[in-house]
């Protein structure tokens, strides 16, 4: 595990975007996958711009999402899908070979999890994994007591989650369950890069990196990966 630290949320997000364009040089066919949220709001708008520089070729290269909210379309505020397409992918001015998003609403949500599980057996294992850590540890929706031995799959939301997710959506929806990529398939990455920003990260951030492997903290069995790069502001690596 490499720890990155970086002066601000700006510095982070180019690193973090740095990093993985890196993983996509090194194989121009990559599957790679970010996350949505706040964090990597930065890091997505700088790849993109890499990718418009022509820093990076992304031509060769697939995209898959990590997860979203059980119940949400790509097209529902919100959602990780909407995330995915407004601020990265159409905002590429040389796109992604082909891309695979989540959809949450889909109307047999199993079929979904194993279209995801498909995808990333038949073009994967990934190449690029970006993550954020939620207040939980979680890593996408592997939630605090998710099993490490996992694929693809539909999981009950933490109860902090449920807390976090209302800068989201307000009163206007609340799910119950996400779909996400497993720990299996992150573990599986040839790189992972994890992102944290601010101090109200900084506690979880170093159970993670420094604290017992548990399930209780799913963001620390990235302690046995082997090409793990964590990338954090001062604020969120003031525990580290």
């Not at 949320?9 to 194989?27: K, T």
Request: charged share 25%; glycine share 8%; hydrophobic share 40%.
């Amino acid at each position: 595990m490499q720890i990155i630290v970086c002066k601000d949320y700006e510095e982070m997000s180019i690193r973090a975007a740095e990093l993985a364009a890196e993983g996509i040089r090194e194989n121009p066919e990559a599957l790679v996958s970010f996350p949505g949220g706040d964090t990597p709001l930065g890091m997505v708008h700088a790849f993109a711009d890499m990718v418009n520089a022509g820093d990076v070729n992304i031509s060769r290269a697939r995209y898959v999402s990590l997860d979203e909210w059980v119940g949400l379309s790509g097209t529902d505020e919100g959602s990780c899908g909407i995330f995915n397409r407004a601020e990265l992918l159409d905002r590429l001015q040389k796109p992604f070979k082909e891309v695979h998003i989540i959809n949450g609403a889909a109307a047999d949500i199993e079929d979904e999890r194993k279209a995801l599980d498909e995808y990333i057996a038949k073009y994967g294992p990934l190449e690029v994994s970006v993550l954020g850590i939620g207040m939980n540890g979680h890593l996408g929706f592997n939630e605090d007591g998710v099993s490490f031995e996992l694929d693809a799959h539909i999981i009950p939301l933490s109860e902090t989650t449920k807390k976090v997710m209302s800068k989201y959506f307000g009163e206007k929806f609340h799910p119950e369950y996400g779909i996400s990529q497993g720990i299996r398939q992150i573990m599986a990455a040839k790189r992972v890069i994890l992102i944290a920003n601010g101090a109200h990260k900084a506690d979880i951030l170093a159970k993670a990196c420094r604290g017992e492997v548990t399930n209780r903290v799913p963001a620390s069995i990235l302690q046995r990966h082997p090409n793990c790069f964590v990338v954090a502001d001062e604020a969120a690596a003031a525990q580290l």
